[in-house]
């Protein structure tokens, strides 16, 4: 194997972090991006007021045709940003970090589905209203007499499904493997509904440009989602060929898993970032897992630090040494550069504290530190030694709290006591969704304003 | 969310650009080139058969429609808006003919001759042509009683032209002169119940004496009568009838 696998021991020393390659957060792109879907939106909605007479309106069936067009351009303008959303841009992936994304693709996703089913519902009632016709026929007429209107109709039913199996309650009793298989057919679903958009939609017709925009925004989309999404992560683990060089137990159920590749000087990534981990091995390798680095890099070497779930822990269990890994990455924008204050106070607990571990690393020198870390026993506490020894260095104050969350409660009062200027200072909370949110709750009331608490959350 | 205004901002950047840019006229392209004309020269296989389509749809006043069907050929030179382009004129008479010869339920009368490209990927490929139309002027004895059949307009799904009566300055019957649709059995059956209540909408525009409406200026106004989901039927009938109006106009008998 031409990639080394001895295991480098020097973790616990504090990286020298001279030469390395780091990501600064494009704020002005994340602006730009915005101020373009707005341009976009208004431009659809634009589009469709213009294709609107008032002698069509006042026809048989003419503001329900216009319901339908305003309802079918609008869903579609949304599902095309949802796809955006999701596409792994680089710049917005750091600058707003991948869990905010989610939450956006989240919230927009209701009005997508049911603004492109009541397109779907209202044409039906309105030609049956301008035609004449009983609805149900006028629904069949659609499909038999559209060709690309068959297609629509099994693009929407492919949207519903997904839309559907993402509701909170069957996205729990779902396997994360369909929920994603469902999620990829939206792609075909989008597909198939394109041609009946430039082909009957009266906005398009006649006017050649504004088809050529369209068909080329989709097409952009569609090579921006294959460039992202699926070419850089293929080019980038080509160059790196990770395999994992090292697992050892840190915490009861926690791993420390170290790959080695070739080339990761050239890999830029900051303290706190997360890459999707896909290890190459029989019952892994179609299931890909965000983990942050619980390191900064010392190539030729990465690590993360996991702790396994249900059927995951066994097979990570069986993880063996040499096993190839895809990584796609770095997301996140978790970093120091969301600091805008001198004093810096880390607080996490479990498996959360792992990018913290690589947070504190990157920080720059000279910056009072504060870390606060939870555990149920000590033993508990993920690398609880390398982040008294980090911490020490920078001359820090570093607090771990150890028992059950009643007994030892992280309320406003006790983090005051903490962590020294704590209301001057930038927070970044990692852990379980319970304990983030009760230390937001209780910063919040500290008086630390929201946008000097940071956090990313990875339930998806 | 912090940028929220900039998705505010952009949205009214872009209701605004697009409502400006393309503010009126719409530019709907419509080509003065009917399925009997032949235009382009390309194909002279179905400018025959298309002479024996014209129909009377849907219309109780309409004259038999052979008596339009004559294929004599004029232009109209100056009185033919410049804003209004040749469009798709090297197709159009490759389109499969189809004939509605009921009231109701169009019937085919040919099998599409050439294989259909999707209409809106077509690019207007003779912009600028001086459009060719056909006129068949047919003075009936009385003298005050015209017949006249518009250009055959092309509205995206077929190529539409109006024929309208006029006595004594006043229209007295609008009819389907001629109409070719494009295969898609779906828009012939649409356009089989829009033109109909088109014919009703100009007739009574006509006699609210607004009918003047139609022929102010040199330009045609699109939905001046209109059928929501038929936009372009309604713009197809709109300009040909006009045009025919405006022809009429000339020759002082309207």
């Known amino acids: 194997m031409a990639t080394p696998t001895n295991k480098p021991a020097e973790w616990h020393s504090p990286h020298s972090g001279d030469g390395r390659r780091t990501l600064s957060p494009r704020p002005r792109v994340a602006d730009f991006l915005a101020g373009l879907t707005g341009v976009g939106f208004g431009a659809v909605t634009a589009l469709t007021f213009e294709s609107e007479s008032s002698a069509g309106l006042h026809s048989a069936g003419g503001w329900a045709l216009a319901a339908t067009r305003l309802s079918g351009f609008w869903g579609t303008y949304l599902l095309l940003i949802m796809v955006l959303l999701m596409v792994r841009l680089p710049w917005l992936e750091r600058t707003v970090g991948q869990d905010q994304l989610v939450r956006w693709h989240r919230k927009v996703a209701p009005w997508a589905t049911s603004l492109t089913s009541l397109h779907v519902l209202i044409s039906i009632l309105a030609y049956a209203q301008m035609l004449h016709n009983p609805v149900w026929s006028e629904a069949w007429t659609f499909v038999l007499h559209y060709p690309d209107m068959l297609a629509a109709y099994v693009g929407w039913i492919l949207l519903l499904v997904a839309a559907f199996s993402s509701i909170r309650i069957a996205r729990r009793k779902m396997r994360y493997e369909t929920w994603w298989v469902v999620h990829l057919y939206t792609y075909l679903g989008l597909g198939l509904s394109f041609m009946h958009q430039i082909r009957v939609g009266v906005m398009f017709i006649g006017h050649p440009l504004t088809t050529q925009i369209w068909v080329w925004t989709w097409i952009g989309a569609g090579i921006v989602t294959l460039l992202w999404r699926i070419a850089l992560p293929i080019v980038r683990n080509l160059q790196f060929g990770l395999r994992v060089a090292d697992i050892t137990e840190v915490a009861p159920g926690v791993r420390s898993i170290t790959v080695s590749g070739r080339h990761l000087d050239r890999l830029a990534v900051n303290g706190g970032q997360f890459f999707q981990w896909r290890f190459l091995a029989r019952n892994l390798w179609w299931h890909s897992h965000p983990y942050s680095l619980s390191a900064l890099p010392r190539p030729p070497f990465l690590r993360v630090t996991v702790k396994g779930l249900g059927d995951q822990s066994t097979a990570l269990a069986n993880l063996r040494v040499g096993t190839r890994v895809f990584v796609e990455g770095p997301y996140g924008a978790f970093t120091r550069h969301r600091m805008t204050r001198e004093r810096v106070v880390l607080i996490g607990a479990g498996v959360g504290i792992t990018p913290l571990r690589a947070l504190l690393e990157d920080l720059p020198e000279n910056r009072p530190v504060s870390v606060i870390v939870r555990a149920r026993n000590h033993d508990d506490v993920v690398h609880g030694d390398e982040m008294k020894a980090l911490v020490e260095a920078r001359h820090g104050v570093y607090h771990e709290l150890i028992g059950r969350r009643d007994e030892v409660a992280l309320d406003g009062t006790s983090l005051n006591t903490l962590a020294e200027g704590l209301s001057e200072s930038d927070v970044f909370v990692c852990g379980p969704e319970g304990f983030t949110e009760s230390v937001m709750a209780s910063l919040q009331e500290v008086g630390v304003p929201h946008d000097r608490i940071h956090f990313e959350s990875f339930t998806f | ?254």
């Open chain 2, 1 to 254: 969310m912090k940028r929220t205004p900039f998705v505010v901002i952009g949205t009214a950047v872009g209701l605004a650009a697009v409502l400006g840019f393309r503010s009126t006229p719409i530019p709907l392209h419509l080509n003065f080139s009917t399925a009997t004309t032949g235009v382009t020269g390309s194909t002279g296989s179905t400018s025959s058969s298309s002479t024996g389509v014209s129909t009377g749809l849907g219309s109780g006043t309409a004259t038999s429609p052979s008596s339009v069907s004559g294929s004599t050929k004029a232009s109209l030179g100056s009185s033919t808006p410049a804003t209004l382009t040749a469009f798709r004129s090297a197709t159009t008479s490759t389109e499969s003919v189809r004939a509605t010869t009921t009231k109701k339920k169009p019937v085919a009368a040919k099998k599409p001759v050439a294989a259909k490209k999707p209409v809106a990927a077509k690019k207007p490929v003779a912009a600028k042509k001086p459009p060719t139309v056909k006129k068949p002027v047919k003075a009936s004895p009385s003298g005050a009683t015209k017949i006249l059949v518009g250009p055959g307009v092309n509205y995206y799904y077929g190529v539409v032209s109006i024929k309208v009566t006029v006595a004594h300055k006043k229209i007295s019957a609008v009819a389907i002169g001629h109409i070719t649709e494009d295969g898609n059995g779906r828009s012939a059956y649409i356009d089989s119940v829009a033109l109909p209540i088109l014919q009703k909408a100009f007739v009574k525009l006509s006699s609210s004496q607004q009918h003047s409406m139609a022929v102010k200026g040199n330009n045609p106004l699109l939905n001046l009568v209109a059928v929501s989901g038929a936009t372009y039927t309604s713009a197809g009938f709109d300009v040909s009838l006009q045009n025919a109006l405006f022809t009429l106009k000339q020759q002082g008998l309207f």
